[in-house]
């Protein structure tokens, strides 16, 4: 009987590597747990590692703000799976908006959008917009289509450094968050910001992504 081959990429599979994938699905599968219940905690993201609570949740977002010690009046870049999610804000994409958003996600900017409905005032804290990010990373946009929507202000107190370890995001947050989950690159920068209108964009903040990469989608707005 002819013996069944094995996979290359299985054979190369070290018993390391495998545990190491079985204690990290199982970790963000306990995180994802605890953001259902209103926890908050440190995960990284396809930029910097962020203090992340689930957007739908106010006694959450209410919680990242006091541990950031937060600008109350400035609202937090919020991480969704896929353009769909923005109906959950009630946002309506004008087709030349829409058409740019699917030119410059899934990837390492953020867009502000309006959004200027009362129910959603305890994330755009009177700014009537909010910004939203689909992240470069597969994973973690699985991760976010079980968990729904996430604000992640950068792990840090509001004025201090970015954490670029879970270390130094633990002398932060210490036992506050509830779970520390993943690595970043020392080299990792913030998302670009970029602020939508319909068929044009004004940049906000430059990040990861230089604007000439997205420029050649939209006139830039003077």
Not at 108 to 114: D, E, Q, R, Y
Not at 115 to 128: A, D, I, M
Request: net charge positive; aromatic share 8%; with cysteine.
């Amino acid at each position: 009987m002819k013996k069944k081959s094995v996979p290359e990429k299985q054979k190369r599979q070290s018993p390391k590597k495998a545990v190491k994938d079985v204690l990290g699905k199982a970790l963000y599968a306990k995180a994802a747990r605890l953001l259902r219940v209103h926890g908050v905690g440190v995960l990284a993201t396809d930029t910097l590692f962020g203090l992340v609570a689930r957007a739908s949740s106010r006694k959450a977002v209410e919680r990242v703000y006091r541990l950031r010690r937060r600008n109350p009046s400035k609202p937090c870049i919020i991480l969704i799976d896929s353009i769909d999610a923005l109906q959950n804000f009630g946002l309506k994409l004008t087709p030349k908006t829409k058409q740019f958003l699917e030119s410059i996600w899934p990837g390492k900017v953020s867009v502000i959008l309006p959004c200027s409905t009362k129910k959603f005032f305890y994330l755009h804290r009177g700014t009537k917009e909010l910004a939203f990010r689909v992240p470069a990373d597969l994973s973690l946009r699985k991760f976010l289509k079980t968990t729904g929507p996430l604000i992640a202000p950068s792990a840090n107190v509001e004025g201090e450094r970015p954490a670029k370890t879970l270390r130094e995001a633990w002398e932060y947050f210490g036992m506050n968050a509830q779970f520390y989950v993943g690595t970043v690159g020392r080299s990792a920068k913030p998302s670009t910001v970029i602020r939508v209108h319909d068929g044009s964009y004004e940049l906000v903040r430059q990040g990861a992504v230089p604007q000439s990469s997205f420029k050649k989608f939209a006139t830039i707005k003077k």
